[in-house]
């Protein structure tokens, strides 16, 4: 082959592109998936695949020396997969050998590869080297395929013994061997001496901040250090820290483009402007300084030491020490690992590191050696990494492993917390530097000696911190402890004057304030327990203790038992009671204290001292906040004695105003609460129990072991017990009320839902371009806050011009996005869409057609019926603004058209004329005196053909053109025109005279530019469109957005500053392994119904998928015929999923934004006229040239935004050929500017042996494949704790920018808000109170709620707790925290404190809550803004929901246990606490206490009717009984008011579509059982909320984001809420039973059901909702199929390796895990709430007849005989299966047919001699199904000893029996609604109600219709 002509066409495929739409290429990886320990071969098998159609040979020529290296490099192959490539590969080899052979050009292989490598250097290297227009990245690869070249060429030479290579080709290698180094890859800017031209070089900021790093003077470098770089002075000030610190090549570029990047963006925002602009100001290099190291000095300052930033004396040198210092933190930072997650830790090694840094600048000498100082760990490569990282990492692994993947309790190993809290005492510093081996820190990984003792040295421990996790429900009372003592003590006042029975106005006698004061002896009883509390829960911690905590404990506990014992003694030496004087009497001292009630009041008033001074602190917070900050030792110790002092939770105070604001929302809501509660439960309740306590005889139902008792305590207990469990869970149901009204309140002050509709949108959008500029064009001037909705006039001057063509680039572009996201078709875009470039001769404003359609006809009608005057008519016209507009606008364009159209002198007189005498009549008032309109329309039919034409532009229909505009002179001259004018006739007559036609020269078509063929298309629009455009955009999507966006505007947000004077951001997202992209054959898998994804779709958005077959312009049957459209197709449909395409695709609008706001703010006024597409629609020099817009634009995007997706498992994807790594890739192309980081395993030989080594790698795409920028090694695995936070901080590296949002793998984005973001960045810099901002809150919109009735209560629900529920929680309470997700992080503040999520496995099951937690407690402060939002999935089946639930609920049980919330606990002063508990933790005890309530109320029920209590209390005082039990029925009513939890949701939907809307919503929402739904919900969150506190086992739970429309079979539904529902269901409705059988306080049905009502329904909820939220639950077949299904899993034997979903047994073990793994308290307290069932037994055993009255307590004895007997004869069943079934089959028989007989002659004779009735079978029943229950859940719980009994085979027997029971009683009422057809029915329009109105034609669906493709 002669010429390299083909080269530029196979080696530089560069990707098409476009917003709309992606390109996928399958096969990326063919040929690569090259094995992780022959990395170093794989861009050998990339150029012998590039180069394989141009030179077979060559490429084989590649392969083989590949072949021959990975040999070398893994002779025996023994690493993973390597035998099988090598041989694979040499498959190849063999295949290819002759055919290549036969295509070789030269004669030989060394003069074949080198013929190529001089054509491939001289064709293709040189002739893309074109200076500054090269295109850099092609340059690069092409550099890179030539070395590899030449290492080929240079074997196969060697091989053929060919002598000297050709001195033309060692020049060529020697050429492109410098411009390797040089063409290095690079992630934003081009470092390197090639990339000096690029335009992001070119800018000044950048230019200052690279000349800052390379001013190197002074610094003295090792001489074997890159010699050759050095001498040609390339090398900075982190090339100078890497020689010294021995820090990766990797990590130091990649650290030196962040802290370029970061110097660049804040010297450009500096104020005023430095001066020269390209040399670094030191005001940027203090601000990042100050930033950075914030954390680090106040660090230093808590533990008393100096600092070690020590700047030099001489000026000149400040500035490089500063970076040098900056530098050095950074470097550290970057490859910390895992320890990043330890700040204080990174403190540690930062303080030492730049003492040494100091010395070495310093020039100190060491006294031992006399030499220089050097590092104390030198400078060879990756030495940080081995000597300072790797030894703290195998600590933190080594304490992880402890863990045993999060089953071992949290106090038998130290968290990421416990560690990092290692370096919050002074003690650390005993570590030394170099860190001793022998450092207590690394007890646990010290090396035990080996030998004949060694067995008895276990590794020692180094023992949890401040705090031990201990696994108990006491947490919520020690983390809060204020709270339940204000709660304990208002319910003893309460009591106190309930019971006093006097008027709230008479509390101030004597005797009742003398009482009252009692509160104090209980408060110091609970000081009491909390001090104990503190020391056993803390003393897992002991190995750590120091002396001063100790003693604080010890103290702590006598003074509350000393005060425990005073306050009790004085006032009972007061009291003069009977009772107090039997204690007077027992100690006779109290007699000789006189005055002792002054002597009471003395002691109470010393008591409350500590807490006047609490108060005094409480008003004023800045005394607070400074005395905490504070050194001073007396305050030390004052602060010592009331909290331990530790690093975090100091001074985390608010303003004074903000405190006020939460206080007073604390304040009225406790007055409500008390006063419902005094006035509706506990006074009404008094009177009754002092009834019951006056009751002597009380005739027993059963054996009463205290028959003389008095009092009744036990019927007072069931009384009260209920009422006080409300009391304390009401609070949070008035927390709901107050913070809905708060909230719906915020909100309206906001202006949110100002625009709701389109009707609101039309009347308001005149004033949007002025909001738009107001808000999102950046200016100098200041302005005031909010801005007004008044109209504008529509007069245009030359800035409202430029604003309104501002505004239509904009708004245009949103339209677009709408278009290629197919919300919108092409006639709703046109009608959306503003004229991109105004005419200069218009005078106006030219608003979007669809607010002037239909004006045009209906103000034709007008004028043509119009008979008044001139001003009337015109008067009419101006009343709609937008039909003036519209008039104007058309008049204007006629005239532009005849322009444009008419050449000739002659035809332009008589146009002018007409024209002329129109206007001249309409200042005068008679254009209707002299001009017939009834013709109007006549003309304005012609104009309207003439119109088409032009659209057409078809020349052949210049002569139709011709003769149109005859007849419109006709028609204007002859039929409007009264009065003939003489200069027309003339004209007229001269025409004639020269004999030439009118019109008969005209230019058509004429020039077709951009502009006027958008004018024409407007102008016809205008013209024809006859509808009122009232419902344009039709979409639903489409039209909330714009609402939302239109109303945003309007709000209150922070002036957006220019593009290059935003602050800086990133986003990453944490993706596993979820979906990219649909595959086809994803899209066409149908479910067990027939319905595919595409199918499902098609339905749920038929409106969307009309505008995609428009948008591909063809049939829907050909889009499965062409690839490229099923491509499309597929990318629609992952489009409408929870993908990461999807959210890729919504977050590089972030970067288009961008790009067309840099414009906006860069461009000219000419250039903003012209419009933004000239600029985006690039010609191929303006993207390679460094100067035009396009590169420019490019530049300040990169500077600005970046985007990581860290997909953690991308290598192991790559390498199995997953197809998601080709999705990821393609993502990659399609958006260039997206960065990959993943974690690579690569398995590398050291001494002998292959070692699995971990990196962590950043690649993006570089001509369709991928390319690796940065390569940073870890000390080990990166997944030590919990995976998504690990995940993020092994990325968070490559990020860059001043602000990080994190966002999740199913959320999306929209164009329109991205253009929002430079505001909501401002508001880092706004006043947010006394601290600024650390974290801002964002709102999301739940785009899932479309897709089920589930979904849409799930998508309401979280839309609430998104939107109203953090806007009350950041204003006023001051107690937001991070939920996840969209969030905007201040990215300094978090990578030095810890980073944006924690990471300990377990504890940090919700990581994302904990990094709000660690904000708030290190002084942060986080804000809410609603005026931006980001989309949302969510959930939207049921067992997905339950799932995310689940792990919540799980979440919130560690959180509980966590020391965050107990700091916070103490930390916050009183309100704001209150806050933190009902908001966190407490919301999930809250609904804990809501279901506890009605087991109090039941058991209380149970033992009353079962004792005969009841029937006495109802005997003895009937009427006042029944005051009684009303009351206490007040008490259970109040459960019900769980459904005012809706109540947020009302308000929201309220606030923001109409009050109207939410009470519509709100009954379709009760029809469709929400009120089920909600009720079942809060099962979920008390199962494992509870579970995770008692016994652990909290992990994560993947839900799946799917499309559900599947039927869940019965066994799934019954493995997923056996435990957390229906045992508990089935429990009460036990209950309820029994009670309905023994009770005597209701007389009939009717007042059982008005007892029990609510109870009925939280049972039928929790049984049923499965089945009735499940598609198909009740369809006939499937109901068959189920049941089947069923009882094979359910018979199905167990074993190692059978999953649960197989075998009952399996499952029945895997429900038991937590209990084999909870620690000695957990199992105490599973067999103490096992106990409540024996009370059945006992009770029952007396009611029955056969017992005949007998009340002895034989009687229970005998009744546990019967189980016995029960027992042995299952086991004897048992025994005779396994002995005889075999071989004496008959034998077995015959013993069964004994026991049968023995059982029905016993039945018999207890009829017939005993009294048995039927009805006594039946109770028995009742009494010894929970007993046996019991006695299995004991024996579970005590498995170890019920194994070694060798019962664990009857337990699991008599388990199975129960599952089958209960299945039964489940599945039963299921099957019988099943039979009938119509239950079917109801139950699919209940679930897909949401669906139906959107055109989802379910019956179709779930009768498995198939669409025809």
Request: proline share 3%.
């Amino acid at each position: 082959m002669a010429s390299g002509v083909n080269f530029e066409h196979t080696l530089s495929r560069r990707p098409s592109r476009s917003a709309a739409m992606t390109t996928f290429s399958m096969e990326v990886f063919d040929n690569e998936v090259v094995p992780s320990s022959l990395q170093s071969i794989a861009p050998i098998l990339r150029v012998a695949k590039e180069i394989q159609n141009e030179r077979p040979r060559v490429a084989y020529l590649c392969r083989f020396y590949a072949f021959e290296k990975a040999h070398r490099l893994d002779p025996n192959s023994s690493g993973r997969g390597v035998r099988q490539f090598k041989t694979s590969l040499h498959q190849r080899l063999d295949r290819d050998n002759a055919s290549t052979l036969a295509s070789r050009v030269k004669k030989t292989d060394a003069r074949e590869i080198e013929s190529f490598y001089k054509q491939y250097y001289e064709h293709y290297v040189l002739a893309l080297n074109k200076g500054e227009q090269a295109d850099r990245a092609q340059l690069g690869k092409a550099y890179q395929t030539a070395g590899v070249l030449f290492e080929v060429l240079c074997a196969v030479n060697k091989t053929e013994k060919v002598e000297e290579v050709a001195p033309e080709i060692m020049a060529a290698a020697n050429d492109v061997q410098a411009k390797k180094e040089i063409y290095s890859p690079y992630n934003i800017l081009p470092l390197d001496s090639a990339g000096a031209s690029q335009s992001i070089m070119q800018l000044d900021e950048v230019k200052a901040s690279v000349s800052a790093l390379r001013n190197t003077v002074g610094l003295a470098w090792p001489s074997s250090f890159e010699q050759t770089r050095q001498k040609a002075g390339e090398l900075d000030i982190l090339d100078w820290l890497r020689a010294m610190f021995g820090f990766q090549r990797d990590n130091v570029r990649n650290q030196r483009e962040h802290l370029i990047l970061l110097l660049a963006n804040i010297h450009t925002r500096l104020v005023p402007k430095p001066e020269p602009q390209n040399k670094l100001d030191d005001r940027a290099a203090d601000a990042l300084m100050n930033k950075l190291f914030k954390n680090y000095k106040s660090w230093c300052k808590y533990l008393g030491r100096k600092h070690s930033l020590r700047l030099p004396q001489a000026q000149q040198e400040v500035q490089q020490r500063k970076i040098l210092y900056m530098g050095l933190y950074l470097l550290i930072w970057g490859e910390a690992a895992n320890v990043r997650f330890m700040p204080e830790c990174l403190c540690y090694i930062f303080h030492n590191m730049a003492y040494e840094l100091h010395g070495l600048l310093a020039g100190n000498v060491s006294i031992v050696t006399g030499e220089n100082i050097k590092p104390s760990y030198g400078g060879d490569d990756e030495s940080f990494l081995r000597k300072v990282i790797t030894p703290i990492y195998r600590v933190i692994e080594k304490e992880a492993k402890k863990g045993k993947n999060g089953k071992a309790p949290h106090i038998a190993w130290c968290n990421y917390d416990d560690l990092n809290e290692y370096f919050w005492s002074s003690d650390c510093f005993s570590l030394g530097w170099p860190m001793r081996d022998d450092g207590e820190f690394f007890k646990s990984v010290r090396e035990v000696p080996q030998g004949k003792r060694a067995h008895q040295k276990k590794p020692g421990k180094l023992g949890k911190s401040y705090f031990a996790e201990t696994r108990t429900l006491w947490h919520t009372f020690r983390s809060f402890d204020r709270l339940w003592t204000f709660l304990i003590l208002a319910l003893q006042i309460m009591v106190i004057i309930a019971w006093s029975n006097i008027s709230l106005f008479d509390i101030l006698q004597k005797n009742v304030l003398y009482s009252m004061s009692s509160i104090f002896i209980t408060a110091a009883l609970l000081r009491l327990v909390q001090s104990v509390l503190d020391l056993i829960l803390n003393f897992p911690g002991y190995l750590r203790w120091k002396i001063t905590d100790v003693l604080r404990n010890f103290l702590k506990i006598i003074v509350s038992l000393a005060w425990s014992i005073i306050l009790p003694m004085c006032y009972v030496s007061q009291n003069n009671s009977p009772s107090f004087s039997k204690i007077k009497d027992m100690l006779p001292f109290l007699n000789k204290m006189k005055g002792a009630s002054s002597l009471y009041i003395v002691v109470v008033a010393v008591y409350l001292l500590p807490n006047l001074l609490a108060a005094v602190l409480f008003i004023f917070p800045m005394l607070r906040r400074w005395i905490e900050n504070s050194d001073w030792l007396i305050i030390r110790f004052l602060l010592w004695w009331s909290q331990p002092r530790i690093y975090v939770g100091r001074g985390m105070h608010e303003s004074q105003f903000s405190l006020l604001k939460y206080t007073l929302f604390w304040v009225l809501l406790l007055c409500s609460k008390f006063a419902f509660d005094y006035f509706m439960m506990i006074k009404p309740l008094v009177k009754p129990t002092q009834d019951i306590m006056d009751i002597n005889h009380v005739d027993y139902a059963w054996h009463e072991f205290l028959p003389n008792a008095k009092h009744n305590y036990g019927a007072v207990v069931a009384l009260w017990a209920p009422v006080i469990l409300v009391y304390f869970m009401d609070t949070q149901i008035f927390y709901a009320i107050f913070s809905t009204f708060y909230g719906g309140f915020i909100g309206a002050f906001d202006r949110l839902g100002e625009i709701r509709t389109l009707g609101m949108l039309r009347s308001r959008f005149q004033s949007l371009p002025g909001a738009f500029n107001a808000h999102l064009v950046p200016s100098n001037k200041t302005r005031k806050r909010g801005y007004s909705l008044s109209k504008q006039s529509n007069e245009v001057n030359e800035s409202r011009r430029c604003e309104a063509a501002k505004f239509a680039q904009l708004w245009n572009e949103v339209i677009c996005s709408f278009r290629e996201e197919d919300l919108i078709n092409d006639r709703n875009m046109d009608l959306l869409l503003v004229p991109y470039s105004s005419d200069p001769s218009l005078k106006l404003i030219q608003w979007p057609p669809f607010l002037l359609a239909s004006k045009i006809p209906i103000a034709l009608d007008m004028a043509a019926q119009f008979k008044s005057k001139d001003a009337d008519l015109w008067k009419r016209i101006c009343a709609d603004e937008y039909m003036k507009c519209a008039v104007i606008e058309c008049y204007e364009s006629f005239k532009l058209v005849l322009n444009a159209l008419i050449v000739g002198e002659t035809e332009k007189r008589i146009i002018g004329i007409i024209i002329k005498e129109v206007e001249s009549n309409i200042p005068k008032n008679t254009l209707l005196a002299n001009f017939r309109m009834r013709s109007l329309p006549d003309l304005c039919k012609k104009f309207v053909e003439l119109v088409e034409i032009l659209k057409e532009s078809d020349p052949s229909k210049k002569d139709r053109v011709v003769l149109l505009l005859q007849d419109m002179l006709e028609v204007v001259s002859r039929d409007m025109m009264v009065n003939e004018i003489r200069e027309l006739a003339e004209v007229g007559q001269g025409s004639k005279d020269s004999a030439k036609q009118l019109f008969a020269n005209i230019v058509f078509p004429p020039p077709n530019t951009a502009q006027w063929d958008e004018q024409i298309r407007r102008l016809y629009l205008l013209l024809t469109v006859k509808e009122s455009a009232i419902d344009v955009p039709t979409n639903l999507e489409a039209r909330r957005r714009i609402a939302f966006f239109t109303n945003s505007l309007f709000m209150y947000m922070p002036r957006a500053p220019r593009v290059r004077k935003m602050l800086s951001f990133s986003v990453m997202t944490p993706y596993y392994s979820e979906e990219t992209v649909y595959s086809k054959s994803d899209l066409e898998m149908e479910n067990e119904d027939g319905v595919s994804i595409i199918y499902y779709l098609q339905k749920i958005y038929p409106d969307e998928w009309n505008n995609f077959v428009e948008r591909l312009n063809c049939k829907v049957s050909e889009i499965w015929e062409n690839e490229e459209k099923i491509l499309q197709l597929r990318h629609w449909a992952s489009l409408r999923g929870q993908t990461l395409s999807r959210t890729i695709r919504g977050m590089m609008y972030y970067r288009r934004a961008l790009k067309l706001q840099a414009f906006l703010d860069m461009a000219t006024e000419d250039e903003i006229l012209e419009g933004y597409k000239t600029i985006i629609e690039p010609s191929a020099e303006d993207k390679k040239s460094q100067r035009s817009v396009y590169t420019q634009l490019e530049a300040v995007a990169d500077m600005k935004f970046t985007y990581v997706a860290t997909c953690q498992n991308y290598g192991n994807q790559k390498l199995s050929g997953d197809r998601r790594a080709t999705d990821i890739l393609n993502l990659m192309v399609n958006n260039p500017s997206l960065r990959v980081a993943y974690i690579d395993e690569v398995e590398e030989r050291e001494s002998g042996k292959n070692q699995k080594v971990y990196y962590s790698v950043l690649v993006k795409a570089v001509d369709n494949l991928d390319q690796e920028i940065y390569r940073i090694k870890l000390p080990g695995s990166a997944k030590v704790g919990e995976g998504k936070p690990e995940n993020q901080n092994h990325a968070i590296i490559f990020t860059r920018g001043e602000a990080l949002q994190t966002i999740d793998m199913n959320q999306d984005n929209y164009l329109e808000e991205a253009f929002k973001m430079r505001n909501l960045l401002e508001e880092f810099n706004e006043d947010h109170g006394v601290r600024s901002p650390t974290i801002l809150g964002v709102r999301e919109h739940i785009f899932t709620g479309s897709v089920s009735s589930l979904a849409w209560f799930m998508s309401n629900q979280e839309t609430s707790f998104v939107t109203i529920g953090q806007r009350v929680l950041a204003r006023p309470l001051k107690v937001r925290f991070h939920y996840g997700h969209p969030d905007v992080f201040d990215r300094i503040f978090h990578i030095t404190r810890g980073g944006i999520s924690k990471a300990s496995r377990g504890i940090n099951l919700s990581e994302d809550i904990f990094a709000g937690f660690n904000s708030t407690l290190r002084r942060g402060n986080i804000t809410h803004h609603e005026y931006i939002q980001v989309g949302k999935g969510r959930d939207v089946g049921l067992n997905q929901i339950s799932l995310f639930e689940a792990k919540v609920a799980c979440g919130n049980g560690e959180q509980t246990l966590s020391r965050d919330i107990y700091r916070l606990g103490h930390r916050f002063d009183f309100f704001r606490m209150l806050s933190c508990y009902y908001t966190t933790t407490g919301f999930y005890v809250s609904s804990m206490l809501v279901v506890l309530t009605v087991y109090a109320y039941l058991y209380g029920k149970l033992y009353l009717s079962l004792s005969g209590l009841e029937k006495t209390i109802v005997r003895h005082a009937r009427a006042r009984g029944d005051d009684a039990l009303t009351a206490v029925m007040a008490s259970q009513s109040i459960v019900q008011l769980g459904i005012l939890m809706t109540l947020p949701m009302v308000m929201e939907i309220g606030l923001e579509r109409g009050f109207t809307t939410a009470a519509g919503d709100v009954i379709i929402m009760q029809l469709q059982l929400a009120a089920v739904f909600f009720t079942f919900s809060l099962g979920t969150k008390l199962h494992y909320f509870g579970r995770t506190v008692l016994h652990g086992g909290a992990k994560y739970r993947a839900t799946g984001r799917g499309f559900v429309v599947r039927h869940e079979k019965f066994a799934e539904n019954y493995r997923m809420y056996s435990r957390s529902h229906f045992t508990k269901a089935l429990e009460l409705m036990i209950l309820l039973i029994v009670y309905h059988a023994y009770g005597t306080a209701t007389p009939n049905s009717k007042a059982y059901l008005f007892l029990t009502f609510s109870m009925w329904f939280l049972v039928i909820s929790w049984l049923f909702s499965p089945f009735l939220f499940n598609p198909s639950g009740f369809e006939w077949q499937k109901i068959v199929e189920d049941l089947e299904d069923w009882t094979k899993w359910i018979s199905n034997h167990g074993g190692i390796g059978v999953p649960a979903t197989k075998s009952w047994e399996s499952w029945w073990d895997e429900e038991q895990e937590h209990l084999q793994y909870t620690g000695f308290s957990g199992r105490f307290w599973e067999i103490v709430l096992s106990l409540r069932f024996f009370l059945y037994q006992y009770g029952v055993v007396y009611q029955l007849h056969v017992t005949q009255n007998d009340k002895s307590i034989v009687v229970y004895g005998l009744s546990w005989l019967v189980i016995v007997a029960v027992v042995i004869i299952l086991k004897i069943v048992s025994m005779g299966r396994k002995k005889f079934s075999a071989d004496f089959q008959l034998m077995f028989r015959l013993l069964k047919l004994f026991l049968f007989i023995a059982f029905i002659i016993g039945l018999i004779i207890s009829i017939k001699f005993l009294e048995l009735t039927i009805g006594d079978i039946f109770a028995s029943l009742l009494g010894f199904l929970p007993t046996g229950w019991a006695l299995l859940l004991i024996a579970q719980a005590c498995r170890p000893i019920t194994k070694g009994l060798g019962m664990w085979g009857s337990v699991k027997a008599l388990a199975r029996g129960y599952e089958y029971l209960m299945g039964f009683v489940i599945f039963a009422p299921v099957a019988i609604l099943a039979w009938f057809p119509f239950v079917s029915e109801f139950q699919t329009r209940l679930l897909f109600n949401q669906a139906f109105s959107r055109g989802l034609q379910i019956q179709r669906i779930l009768a498995g219709g198939k669409k025809n493709k």
